[in-house]
């Protein structure tokens, strides 16, 4: 397998201290889109966790507030404008599909055009920041609880992986300094701002201050697959000044485009060169016309972006005064999902919301007690709050 590396990737991986035996398993990596790579590798990208699902999930008439998902589809526009490529599908991806999504990427983020590289989803560069930047010499530093993809690449490619705890006295936004203190020369500090699972904020002002005093030759990666339903300011602003910084960006969140697969990385172009250098396939280029039309499409959208995330933020903080009433602890959250701390193990009570025909979403090992819920459609967190009130009772 080590052969589907390019000779510039080998001689790379070598010299940061990977042995060849190691190859195999950076090919295996890169060397399968994200749906694949799930599949073979369920430890790597929560797989696993999908066996903790209930069985009937998929059953009609299940309210499903489980995986982060939006609540309805893409944007009408989305929809308009993937139908329209569908014609198109006899073609291997009209080049200007691709064009028009990182231009208009770009004039929405104020980057560059030459910043930005499209993905099918953002598990292949999430993955390929770890590949290129950790080592056997050089690991990788996270808060927990936060999506597990980046420690679990980590793992699976043998380099070092740290965490640092989210703490209730700061919000539990991720701590910067801790991150710095706990591995002063790692090769990625990874951030996920709102923060999979709390939906908590990193502030910029933060993100700004590890970008200047992390060491040289280190990545600040900072993962914003829920940054629209925040509103907030993006560290996108960072990109342009500094080679050490990559961001990456989703569309199937706020864009409810989940299926189609399609994702964003903003960085600067030596540094998306020095992520490609491995293997010759350039996962990048293989994306879905589809996908590339609909995105195109979305990401203009500015005013039906604020009134999706206010119907959100709405049902949001319905549910969050239903929970104060009864008692219940929680995370307040900036993002589409929350944290429900249950004060007894979370398993069991997933199964009873199962028995009422809706999924919730999973807990993580760090917090055995506490759910992650998604905010659905108003309807879908009324039946939610109803179903609490018999379960918790």
């Known amino acids: 397998m080590s052969g589907l590396i390019t000779e510039e990737g080998q001689d790379d991986l070598l010299e940061r201290g990977y042995s060849r035996r190691q190859f195999g398993r950076v090919a295996a990596l890169l060397g ?18 999908a066996r903790e699902m209930p069985a009937d999930r998929d059953k009609s008439g299940m309210i499903r507030i489980g995986s982060n998902e939006c609540w309805t589809g893409p944007f009408p526009a989305g929809i308009a404008a993937g139908e329209a490529a569908v014609r198109l599908g006899n073609r291997y991806e009209p080049t200007h599909m691709r064009r028009t999504l990182i231009e208009n990427v770009a004039a929405v983020e104020n ?25 056997p010499t050089r690991g990788l530093v996270t808060a927990n609880p936060t999506y597990e993809a980046a420690w679990r690449t980590a793992d699976w490619l043998q380099a070092k992986s740290t965490t640092v705890p989210l703490k209730a006295a700061n919000r539990y936004a991720v701590d910067v300094r801790a991150l710095l203190a706990a591995d002063p020369h790692a090769g990625v500090y990874y951030i996920c701002s ?14 700004a201050w590890l970008l200047d005093n ?9 993962d ?67 996908a590339l039309a609909a995105g195109g499409a979305s990401v203009l959208r500015a005013q039906d972006i604020v009134a999706r995330r206010n119907e959100m933020i709405a049902a949001r903080e319905e549910t969050f005064a239903f929970l104060k009433k009864r008692g219940v602890s929680f995370i307040p959250s900036q993002a589409n999902m929350f944290m429900i701390d249950w004060k007894k193990p979370a398993a069991p009570i997933r199964q009873a919301f199962a028995a009422q025909n809706i999924d919730i979403g999973r807990s993580w090992t760090l917090w055995p007690n506490c759910s992650r819920i998604t905010v659905g459609s108003a309807a879908d967190m009324k039946a939610f709050c109803g179903a609490l009130d018999k379960i918790v009772a």
Request: hydrophobic letters at 45%.
């Open 111 to 135: 980057v560059p055009a030459s910043h930005i590289l499209p993905w099918p989803g953002s598990s292949d560069p999430l993955s390929r920041v770890i590949v290129t930047f950790c080592s």
């Open 224 to 290: 914003e697959a829920y940054i629209h339903f925040a509103g907030t300011q993006s560290a996108a602003s960072l990109v342009t000044r500094s080679k050490d910084i990559i961001v990456l960006r989703t569309f199937s969140k706020l864009f409810g485009m989940a299926g189609l697969r399609l994702g964003l990385s903003l960085a600067h172009p030596e540094t998306h060169q020095k992520m490609m250098r491995y293997d010759g396939a350039n996962q990048s280029g293989t994306l879905s016309i589809v």
């Open 32 to 49: 399968m889109q994200s749906a694949a790579i799930a599949a073979a590798f369920p430890h790597l990208l929560g797989a696993a966790e």
């Open 194 to 207: 709102p923060n999979n699972p709390t939906g908590t904020l990193t502030p910029i002002a933060d993100i």
């Open 214 to 222: 992390k060491p040289a030759g280190s990545i600040v990666l900072v």
